[in-house]
């Protein structure tokens, strides 16, 4: 078995190997995997923290031993919690990371790194102000950066920057944590989940206080939920059918 990890800041993970294969998540600055499937020019990963699977560039990772990938997975993972920061390698040179970089890996990679970083598991109640961070991001299908995310990118780096682990789809989230029956059982942090006219979970959002979500759809926005679904607050229509409300924390 070989492993990586991400040298720069986000690469992308596409369905197949190819430049003009979907986009099905990205990799960011630090994050690290195993290599189940090496080719000439791209390698098939399952990224360590959700076991995600996809493929990537072979010119965007470094490869790392068994003892190095061991490690990393054994530690409490370290964020960086800026916005955008930088890294600096032995030569000076600065590579941008987004928040959410790991930087277990510094010491393997020969970075240095002098930024805030969240190293611990924080309160429920921190999860809406994170999710303010990433208010008006333009979506992205298959992104996780402020620069570009998707619904469930949205919520697996809200929960991920506050040390809980959430699955990369919104049809994987809707599996974790405990349904509850009404709206009115929630808590601001839980997940709503929205599904389409075949029945198949296709959007998540956060859920915040006096009936209103942050969710990302077009952009991170915020409108307001009730029990048929989100009801847009621009357009004054419904644009997503309620399925599920999960309590994860």
């Known amino acids: 078995m070989q492993y990586g990890i991400c040298n720069l800041s986000i690469i992308p993970l596409r369905l197949e190997p190819s430049d003009r294969s979907e986009l099905v998540s990205q990799v960011l600055y630090g994050e690290f995997f195993k290599v189940l499937e090496q080719r000439k020019f791209w390698s098939r990963i399952r990224l360590a923290h959700d076991k995600y699977e996809g493929w990537i560039d072979n010119k965007q990772y470094v490869e790392i031993d068994n ?46 790194h002098d930024g805030n970083v969240i190293d611990k598991v924080t309160p429920k109640e921190n999860l809406i102000s994170t999710a303010f961070t990433y208010l008006n991001s333009p979506y992205l299908w298959g992104g996780k950066t402020p620069f570009g995310i998707d619904c469930s990118g949205f919520t697996q780096m809200v929960y991920k920057l506050n040390g809980y682990k959430l699955l990369r789809d919104a049809s994987q989230q809707a599996t974790q944590g405990q349904a509850l029956s009404f709206i009115e059982e929630s808590e601001p942090g839980d997940l709503a989940f929205f599904d389409n006219d075949e029945g198949n979970i296709v959007h998540v959002g956060i859920i915040m206080e006096n009936n209103y979500i942050i969710h990302a759809h077009g952009k991170v926005r915020i409108d307001r939920l009730d029990h048929s679904g989100i009801y847009n607050t621009d357009r004054r229509i419904h644009t997503h059918k309620l399925r599920v409300i999960k309590k994860i924390i």
């Open 67 to 112: 003892e190095s990938y061991s490690t990393l997975e054994s530690q409490t993972p370290i964020l960086s919690s800026d916005l955008v920061e930088f890294v600096e390698d032995d030569a000076k040179n600065l590579f941008t990371i987004p928040i959410g970089s790991c930087l277990n890996g510094l010491s393997i990679l020969n970075h240095s």
